[in-house]
């Protein structure tokens, strides 16, 4: 991909892993250049001060504090900088005082990946019209303030899975993404059920991380294995 033209990204979250994640994810499928990576409060505003991005992907919970204050920063609000919330925090609370402040999007983790997709496209989608759009009706409108998203896939559902667990099982495929797995081996490499097992990688087949092949054998029935999308 050419970056030369892409908006650039600030991604603030402590994970690193998870950042990594979002990063690879985010630039291999968007016109969008990660300029930056913050773990803190402090790291998080120094680096927008300096690349004063496009748009930012905010975690709330940091070591030196809740990253949602970022949103009533005249930092953040000095210049066109949309924010999509990426975050634990669940309570009405938190998500009111985000969207109240102005962010465009509110995902909770863990994060589908269908999910954020759906918000990068609208955050395209939103900025093309902002820079090809001089004069508005009320359709013009309407589109820009409630852009459609009725040809994305529903996200799988998170119910029974864990952030952690999640992590130490897409690692495995990240460290050997030309790897092809068997439940028994994932099972051995992470250290949980074979039930437990096969419900994140299920997850992780429906939210696109991972995709299936079947090995056919002269006896029984094929063998399920993982690989890295």
Known sequence: MNNHSAFDVVIVEDEPYLAGLHRDFIEQNFRLSVVGIAATLEQARSLLELHQ??????????PDGQAVELMDSPLLKSFDCSVIFITAASDMQTCSHAM?????????????????RSSLER????????????VVDQTALDRLFNLPTINTPSAPSTK????STLERVQRIFTAKPDMTWAVEQVVEEVGISKTTCRRYLEYCVEMGFIEVEMQYGNIGHPRRLYRKA
């Open 53 to 62: 991005p496009r748009l930012v992907l905010l975690d709330n919970y940091l």
């Open 100 to 116: 109240r402040s102005g962010a465009f999007d509110y995902i909770i983790k863990p994060v589908s990946f269908h999910r954020l």
């Open 123 to 134: 955050f395209m989608q939103l900025v093309e019209t902002l820079r090809h759009v001089k």
């Open 160 to 163: 029974g899975i864990e952030p």
